[in-house]
Structures are given as C-alpha cells and as structure tokens.
C-alpha cells in the first residue's frame, strides 16, 4: 500500500534497525529460551520504547500508524522481540500516560521510556481469561495505602518489569463497576514473581505469574478514580489490539519473505519451484493478498485511532484478520518449504508459526474479537437494552 | 458395509488404549520436553509385541491385520504421536519392506530381531533435493563384484539414531531415472554410516529425526531388496501402508485434542457459566467431531481395501490428506478454546497442536497426495 514519505522512511529505519540488531539472534532467544536483556538500551535508543509518550515523559511519540509499522518490523524478524515491544508500549506505557496524573507519569514513564526498562499489564487472572470482569485481586484502603491481594497469569515481561499496572476490585460492587487500577513496584514487598511459563512460542519473550500478598500501595498510586479500571482496561486493549494486529502482519510477511525466496531459489528437475509448481504459486499469491489487505486493516485502524474517532470494531477487525491471517501465511510457508519446513535450525517458518499462534489468543481471543464486532455491529438493528 | 471392527480388532484397540492411558500419555509430555523416548518404554512394547505388528507369527510377529494395526496406532497416537511414529516406521515401511519385498535370507536374517525390537528400522528415502520429487535421489550405490557400494546422504530419518538397520533407496542405475533406484538392507555397524545429531523440530519431539551419511559404505550383494531397479516401486507400495498410518496418527491427534477441549469447555466458567453453554464453542465441538469421523472412516476404507489386496494408491492417499488437514483444523480449534491455557506446555492441546503440523508433510505433502489422486482421476 501506498505510504507517506516520512512512513517509507521510517519503515527503512525500523528494517535497518532490526535486520542488524535483532534479526542475527532471534533463533538463539527461541530455542534458549532466553529473555534478550541486552537488547533494551538500543532498543530505548531507537526510541522504540517510548513510542506512544511525549518528549515531556522521554518518550519518542509517533503516530499509530508509524508504532505499528515498528512493531511489524521488529516481529518480521523476532516474535518475542515484537510481542515485549508491543506489550511495554500499548499496555504498559500507555495507560500511565492517558490516565495517570503528573506526578505518576514523571515517576514511571521515563524510566521506561528512555530508561529502557520493561512496564508491565496484570489483567488477565486464571479464572478471569476472556471475562475480565471476573478479576478477583482485591484492593482494600486501610490509612493512606490500598492492601493489594491476588494473582495475575500469563503476564507478559512479569520477571523483568520494574512496575506493573494492576486491577482489582476496591468495593463489593458486582461485575465491572468494582474494577479500579494500580501502579506497583516489582521491589515492594509481597510482590512477587511467579513461574515462568513455558510456552509453545514467543519463546524470547518472559511470561509468567505475578502473585500480590498484602502488597502496600500508596493512595497516590491508584491509576484514576475507583471503578475506571474497566473502562480503560477496555481502551487500553483497543489500541494493544492494532499492536498485536501489526505483530501479526509482521510475522506473516517474516514467513512469506521465507517461502517466496524458497520458492525463487529451490530447484526441481532444473527449475525453481515457483516455475513448476502452479500449486505453490497460487498459494504465494493468496498469502500476499491477504498480507496486502491484513496490512491496510492494521494501518486503517491506525489512522483512525490517530483521527480520535472510535476504532474498537476496527481494532478488533484488525486483529482478528491479521491474526488468523498471520497463521495461515505462516502454516503454508511451512508446506511450502516441505519437510525442512517442521524442523527448527533450517528456516524460520516454524519458529513463526509457534509465535503467530498467540496473536490468536493474547489481548482477546478471535472469538473475544467477534464479540466485540458483532456487538458493534448489531448495535444498529437490535433495540438498546 | 460392515462398520464394526472385529473382535480381535476391538481387543487389540483395547490393549494399546490400556497401554497408552497408563504408560505413554503420562509421560508423554515429559517425553516431549526431553526430546527423546526412554529405553524402558520400547523395551516395554518390544515385549508385548509392538515391534512385529504385522509380521507373520513365524518371525515372532502379531500377524495384524493393516484395520487392527491401525486401530492400535490410533491408540499410541492419541497418548503421544511421537512415539506412535517410532513404531509406526519401524513397523510399515521397515518390517514390511523386508518382508513384502525381500528375499527369504533377508527375511530369516533380520525380521526375527525386528519382530523382537531387537532391531529398530530406519526408513532412508529423503535427500536435501529430493523431497516430494523422490524419484530424484542422488545416492548411488554401485556394484563390485558381490558387494554394493554406497554413497550419499539421507536427511530427516525418522529413528535415525535408534536404528540397527537402514532401509535406504539408491541410484543403480544414473540412465534409468526412478527405474534405475533400488532398496537395501544396510546395518548400523557397517563402516563408512556417520549418523548426524538429533535434528530439533516443532512437534513430534519423542521420536528421533536424523541426518544419515554413506560414505564408501560396503555391503553384500544379499543385502538388496527385491532386483534392482524395484526400489522406487517398493517405495511407493510402501508409503501407500505410511500414509494410512499417518491418516490414523492425524486422526489420534484430532481425537485427544477433541476430548482434551470437551472436558476443558466443560469445566472452564467464563462470564458466569461453562463455555460449553456458549453456541460458538458447541459449533466448534460439533464440527471437529463430525472432520474426525469423517477422516476416520476415509482411513477404515483404505485399510480394508488394503487388506482384500486391492491397489489403494488413491485411497489411502485420500485417508491421509483428509486426516492429516482436519488433525491440523481441530488441534487449532482445541487451542483456541483453551485460550491463554492451551499455549502452554502444561495442557496437552499446545503439543498436539505442535505434533499435528507435520501430518500434512511427512509421507508425502498434501501437495503430493494432491498430486496422486488427482493423476488417478485423470487416468479414469
């Protein structure tokens, strides 16, 4: 699609950036399992850590479009790179600047920002996945701090973030009302550090449990007013959607980069596969269709977030489609390159579908996604509750 | 048309489910993790017969029939693929390339110990250029006097370093394209066999998957299977029998993801009730019940024509690709349903999800099954 200048070129620089830097060690990080500590200060540098902050904060504001080209070109080449980029802005950085007042913002923002280090989400709980208005962590005001106590699963850099914003329940209220968020420090006490997980991919990236014991939180550190929580969890989520929509494209074109050169080089009977083989062209022209259409739903929803107009159905389309669309490229890469395909230190499509799988279940499940279109879509025939 | 299976059928299904469910499933994902199968367990199954499916008694076999042998497959695969490819390998495409197509000193000499898993076989047909186009080997094993002698490489070798014998395909004869490709029996200890590391792979991580170079490997005329020039033949007789193993693997896959995601959907509350009780998930349900069925039924034909000795070049190939592309449907299905669960490790769907891929590869791509039914159409 076509871009403006200033996002060509900073398409080239991110590419540039992430080729040199992050592509050479995306293999490694996988099969060690192994969070890439090293990578955040020239990862802060580039100004990728701070991507949705104003300078004020040492941020490196751009606009939506250019922070999902970003995170599409890092996850082009590294899964678990793209997934704690797009985590520590969306969900970590985010929140604090749109709702925090002055003082939490100069407390926390820079250090992630221009600090390099990692901001954390605690949402999801385990018996609060898709619903996550069942969350069950509790704050209670006890004097001037709130008494935290709860768990919160699958969080993404939980091991390695300084701070994490949290949600809990501070009345007795049912459902969401009850739902406000908090700042925490990884070094106060009570906070800990659960098990990290082992998962199927994004194996670069740390995953694990945070568990809150009597966790002493100042009253300054409520994010917002009691009861917002869920109100901004759910924006929060709406821009972190077109952030794990850009992951996915930029995986899918990481496997399709892959299988097109395959095709191009690979010989049978003399010939590349892409002369012989008709089946495998049709296929590269399908994956770069839906790559092309995935790529102008992930940018519109960009551009529409950066307009200020509501984007929740798009955000939710974005994803939905580019995810499902970033399994399929990645899936018949692998059939394309065949048997060598399945294996781990021959080419990366393998590696990629393991890490594309996520973006079909992490910040919403597709069927969360066609929860929240069809709503938005039936909206205008059905009558308001 | 019988649908029922036979009561020796049911028994042996019932043996391996009792096998499956009390020594591979729980350990299979530890299996997975570690990356290879224990010594103990196939010394196990080397005992209750595992090893001589369906070889005749007097090697020491079970003498199965190809619907029992597969009923049983479906079995171990449902508890751990990995380890259902193992034997699978060793059973249809080693044990039975001997004994369909090799000569009695062959079968005396060497399916004895198969039967009695005392020898495990390696299947050696894929080269780093000759995948889907087999007929392009580049291994040559030429004659002097009454030795062959073999040069080349195999890649991606199921069993690879567990074997004791390889079954590998060579160029006899560089003029006569895949009539000039003939099959040998060649032991491990032979000089000259360098046997690569374990290759790392996404799923099927239990068995073992190597690089097999020849170098001036030497052995007895004997050693050749059938006459030269037969080996591609013998090749695609053979992978008729691995591709309704692999339907059956796909579909015991398929099965466990399937029971894992129903007792999941059950007990899983979200939004104040089971997820179950949502109509997105019970479609979900319903659907890969009815793919499973389906492809297990495609399998029970192929198996039952392969039995009355009918040609089932179609047939099983349509076994396999129907199997192996629900297998990978469901698995993605049961993960979805797991959500943020079932991407981890400690919920078995996240392997089946890893094992699946490859149904829809080894044994010929679905490209390739493509490619044969739609040659028999043509030719019709």
Redesign the interface.
């Known amino acids: 699609m076509l871009l403006k200048k200033e996002h060509q070129e900073f398409r080239e620089k991110i590419r540039a950036f992430a080729l040199e830097k992050v592509a050479p060690h995306a293999a490694t990080l996988d099969?060690e399992q192994r969070f890439p500590k090293e990578f955040l200060p020239m990862l802060a540098e580039m100004g990728l850590m701070g991507m949705v902050v104003s300078e004020d904060y040492g941020g490196s504001k751009v606009d939506t479009v250019s922070y999902s080209i970003a995170v599409e070109e890092l996850s082009r080449v590294c899964g678990s790179t793209g997934i704690t980029i797009a985590a520590h802005n969306s969900l970590g950085c985010f929140p604090i600047y749109k709702f925090g007042m002055e003082e939490q913002k100069k407390k926390y923002l820079p250090r992630g920002t221009k600090g390099g280090e990692l901001l954390a989400f605690g949402l999801?709980e385990p018996?609060?996945?898709?619903?996550a208005g069942?969350t069950k962590t509790t704050a209670v005001k006890q004097g001037d701090h709130w008494i935290l106590n709860g768990t919160k699963?699958?969080i993404t850099s939980a091991s390695h973030a300084f701070a994490s914003i949290a949600t809990a329940r501070t009345s007795d209220a049912p459902g969401v009302k009850a739902i406000s968020s908090f700042i925490l420090e990884k070094d106060w006490d009570g906070y800990e550090v659960g098990k990290k997980?082992?998962?199927?991919?994004l194996r670069g990236s740390d995953t694990a449990f945070l568990h809150f014991t009597d966790v002493k939180v100042p009253l300054d550190n409520q994010l917002g007013g009691d009861g917002e929580g869920f109100k901004q969890f759910m924006m929060t989520l709406d821009g972190g959607r077109i952030s794990i929509g850009a992951m996915a494209l930029g995986l899918a074109q990481g496997a399709y980069d892959c299988a097109l050169k395959y095709a191009g080089v690979t010989?049978?009977?003399g010939k590349p596969l892409g002369i012989t083989?008709q089946?495998?062209q049709f296929k590269l022209a399908d994956m770069a269709t839906e790559i092309e259409a995935a790529r102008h739903m992930v940018y519109g929803a960009s551009q529409m977030k950066d307009a200020g107009v509501k984007f929740s159905k798009e955000s939710a389309m974005a994803k939905l489609y580019a995810s499902e669309v970033g399994?399929r490229v990645a899936?018949e890469a692998?059939?394309i390159l065949?048997?060598?395909?399945?294996?781990?230190?021959h080419y990366p499509a393998?590696r990629i579908?393991?890490d594309v799988?996520?973006c079909?279940?992490?910040e919403g499940?597709?069927?969360v996604q066609?929860i929240v279109i069809a709503r938005e879509v039936l909206k205008s025939v059905l009558p308001e509750k | 048309m019988d649908f029922n299976l036979t009561e020796d059928d049911l028994m042996i299904q019932e043996t391996a489910a009792d096998l499956a469910a009390k020594r591979i499933y729980p350990n299979a994902e530890k299996w997975d993790?570690e990356g290879k199968l224990p010594q103990d367990i196939l010394d196990e199954m080397a005992e209750l017969g595992y090893f001589g499916m369906m070889l005749p008694e007097k090697y020491g076999g079970l003498e199965l029939s190809t619907v029992t042998y597969n009923c049983a497959m479906e079995e171990l695969s449902a508890a751990c693929a990995g380890l259902m490819i193992t034997i699978s390998v060793h059973n249809s495409l080693c044990c039975e390339a001997i004994y369909r197509f090799g000569s009695e000193e062959l079968k005396d000499k060497y399916l004895p110990d198969m039967a009695a898993g005392k020898i495990i076989g390696a299947y050696c047909l894929?080269e780093p250029?000759a995948?889907?186009?087999a007929a392009?080997i580049k291994t040559s094993a030429v004659k002097k006097g009454d030795k062959y002698v073999i040069n080349g490489t195999k890649?991606?070798v199921t069993n690879g370093g567990l074997a004791g014998v390889f079954i590998v395909f060579a160029v006899t004869d560089p003029e006569k394209g895949s009539k000039g490709i003939s099959c040998f029996v060649v032991p491990k200890d032979t000089p000259g066999i360098d046997i690569g590391a374990p290759?790392?792979?996404?799923?099927m991580k239990a068995s073992d998957?190597r690089e097999i170079s020849f170098t001036d490997v030497e052995i007895d005329a004997s050693n050749l299977v059938g006459e030269e020039g037969t080996g591609f033949k013998t090749a695609v007789i053979l992978l008729n029998n691995g591709r309704i193993g692999v339907a059956f693997q796909a579909i015991g896959i398929a099965r466990s993801a399937l029971e894992e995601a129903l007792k999941y959907s059950k007990e899983r509350?979200?939004?104040?009730q089971p997820l179950c009780n949502f109509q997105?998930?019970q479609f979900k349900l319903a659907e890969m019940a009815a793919k499973i069925d389906g492809a297990r039924l495609l399998g029970y034909r192929a198996a039952v024509m392969k039995d009355e000795g009918k040609n089932v070049a179609m047939e099983s190939s349509m076994a396999k690709l129907i199997a192996s592309q629900t297998a990978?449907w469901v698995v993605?299905e049961a993960?979805?349903i797991h959500?943020?669960y079932?991407?981890?490790?400690?919920y078995a769907v996240?392997r089946y999800?890893?094992d699946a891929?490859?149904t829809?590869?080894?044994e010929g791509?679905?490209?390739a099954q493509?490619m044969v039914i739609s040659r028999q159409l043509l030719r019709d």
């Open positions: 099969i999801t018996d609060a996945g898709s619903d069942a699963c699958f997980e082992n998962k199927m991919g010989n049978v009977n083989s089946a495998i399994h899936y692998i059939q065949g048997d060598v395909g399945f294996f781990t230190n393998e579908l393991r799988k996520l079909e279940i992490g499940t597709s069927e066609r | 993790e894929t250029n995948g889907t186009d392009s890649t991606f290759e790392k792979k996404m799923g998957t509350k979200q939004f104040g997105a998930i990978n993605n993960v979805q959500g943020g079932g991407y981890m490790k400690e996240e999800f890893r891929r490859v829809e590869i080894y791509t679905t490209e493509k």
